[in-house]
């Protein structure tokens, strides 16, 4: 045939208007054959055969001869698709084509997968039916096939891209959902956003989030939708979300508009940020306990340099009224004023004291003590007053530990703590104060009541320097930062909880120290200097208050004293051969100081003792006295009596 179509079992045309035969398998040819001829061949892509009752290809278009890469069908005459095809492919077509001779029914539209021999694989969509002659007798059938092969790569294509887009969509670690416009009913979620928020997928799709409660902030939800109205994709807007327990946690939220099937959607993805925010939140915490620290430490600088001039000035007053005080007759006017003068005067030493304890610039009268002992005190000196409201229930344990402290300090925090409690409680209520010792090596002091409490933003403040909620002139605000300094100058560590309506609890920690033992007291001296011979003093003091009451009191002493204004005057007379018995030097002066002074002025004479004076002894100085064997320490202001013993034991460790 050689690629020419031949109409079925007609050797020969018949010619126009040539009446039709009747005889079985013949057909006639009109020039409606020729036109299905061309039709066949030249416009439809499709392949197109016959078989005979025996399913024999007997012709057929050049589409199909092609298909098999053959010549002409004179290459398939006669053969079967067992011939052509896989044994399962043509089984199957054998058995369609005898039923559709049994039945005379036609198959349609049946996707066929060929296989060939070379074990490529091939889609078609085929229909097939009976040929029948002029009488209606079945003699063979046709079928027509077209090539739909790219079509069911494309759709399996489609469907591994659904497939995997699905695996992706499900478990990515990214809570994602689409919603509807504009009711907001969840179409789908994956397994991220069921975890993150609690629910399983059947009790999520078909709701609406406004039904599921997931937004704990409605403006958020407001604003959200506002910016995705306006064609803006929103990314990475952190939100409060409420989990289906009712738990609130946090989402970096981002969403975009989508069409799905033909509809705008929504489709969002929310990290949850929840762990982050908690490490964020207490980040905030610490640095806003850096910044009370900072503020704590501010204060304490200009707490101590304030100490340190009024503690010049106090030491001129009490130094001259000491001196005066014994020219006086015992029961004369003038002395009971300069006795007065000098207890104003210590009195005033021991606020600056408070002032340097509080700066933590200044040594504790530090002693081996116990916290009960300070707490009866405490108490016992508040009942008739402050306390006289309230309950008071003490806990106390009997075998509590003894810590390293200063009882003075420790007793003012207390009642500071004590007062605090009583002004909470003003209708009355229920103070309790409890120790017990706590491992390893640490001993706990609660004390609490039953008062107003403190909200959070009181509470976040509450040891912060001024700052208080009592009416002017009920309160200073120093209160708690008193105790927060002297708790902090003990390395001790102090904590306080409260709630509106529940009342407030105090938590200090102080570490034990069982080998430490009380400080001996300094004796009481007389005016004489010693039983020795009088001395030759060098004072070195910026301070001419302190350089004409100190001159006052060495002359009353019985002592010679040469003053000089800097530490570089000093050692350049030391150089120039001056011999002083004992140098009296100011720690905290312009220039070198005391610090800088003394390592020069032992190379220039090491053997010299040497009397460091200060009110404002922090650690530096007590490592330098504690470097230098022949240096004492005396604290100011002092009296005559305290001058007099200081000389006596600088002297003696020359």
Known sequence: ??????????????????????????????????????????????????????????????????????????????????????????????????????????????????????????????????????????????????????????????????????????????????????????????????????????????????????????????????????????????????????????????????????????????????????????????????????????????????????????????????????????????????????????????????????????????????????????????????????RTELDLAGDLRPIHGDPAALGNAVMNLLVNAADSMPQGGTLSLRTWNVDPGWIEVRIEDTGTGMPPEVLDRAMDPFYTTKKQGQGTGLGLSMVYSTVKAHQGRVEILSEPGRGTCVLMHFQINESVTALAEPTADGPSASAGEAKHVLVVDDDELIQASMGALLNALGHRVTTLASGEEALAALGAGLQPDVVILDLNMPGLGGSGTLPLLRALRPALPVLLATGRADQSALDLIASDPRTTLLGKPFTMQDLGAGLRRCIARK
């Open 1 to 390: 045939m050689c690629g020419k179509f031949e109409p079925p079992f007609h050797p020969k045309p018949r010619e126009y208007g040539e009446a039709e035969s009747d005889a079985p398998g013949q057909a006639s040819l009109f020039p409606a054959d020729r036109l299905l001829h061309a039709l066949m061949e030249e416009m439809l892509p499709d392949r197109i055969y016959f078989k005979d009752l025996q399913s024999r290809f007997v012709n057929c278009n050049q589409s199909f001869v092609h298909w098999f890469h053959l010549e002409d069908f004179s290459q398939m005459r006669g053969r079967t698709d067992f011939d052509f095809f896989s044994e399962i492919h043509a089984r199957k077509a054998y058995e369609d084509e005898q039923e559709i001779i049994r039945t005379g029914l036609p198959k349609l539209n049946i996707e066929e997968k060929e296989t060939w021999p070379d074990g490529h694989v091939t889609w078609a969509s085929t229909s097939k039916a009976a040929l029948r002659d002029g009488a209606g007798r079945i003699f063979g059938t046709f079928g027509v096939s077209r090539e739909i092969t790219r079509h069911k790569l494309a759709e399996q294509a489609f469907r591994e891209s659904e497939d995997l887009f699905t695996s992706v969509f499900q478990f990515m670690p990214i809570a994602t959902a689409i919603t509807s416009l504009p009711d907001h009913r969840v179409l789908s979620v994956n397994k991220a956003f069921q975890e993150i928020f609690g629910y399983g997928a059947e009790e999520l799709l078909g709701r609406t989030t406004m039904e599921l409660g997931i937004w704990a902030n409605l403006e958020d939800q407001s604003l959200m939708l506002d910016l995705l109205g306006r064609g803006q994709p929103v990314q990475g807007r952190d939100v409060q979300i409420r989990r289906k327990d009712g738990s609130l946690g946090w989402a970096s939220y981002s969403g975009r508009l989508v069409k799905l099937n033909g509809e705008t959607c929504l489709l969002s993805g929310s990290v949850d940020i929840t762990r982050r925010k908690e490490v964020e939140a207490e980040q905030q915490h610490l640095h806003a306990q850096l910044l009370k620290a900072q503020k704590l430490e501010s204060l304490g600088s200009l707490a101590g340099g304030v100490a340190h001039d009024m503690n010049n000035v106090l030491g001129a007053i009490l130094g001259i009224a000491s001196a005066t005080v014994e020219t006086q007759g015992r029961d004369s006017p003038a002395r009971l004023a300069f006795e007065t003068i000098i207890k104003a005067a210590e009195r005033g030493g021991k606020m600056v004291k408070g002032l340097l304890r509080f700066a933590r610039q200044n040594p504790a009268d530090e002693c081996s003590l116990d916290m009960n002992a300070v707490i009866r005190e405490e108490v016992a000196l508040l009942e008739r007053t402050a306390l006289s409201r309230v």
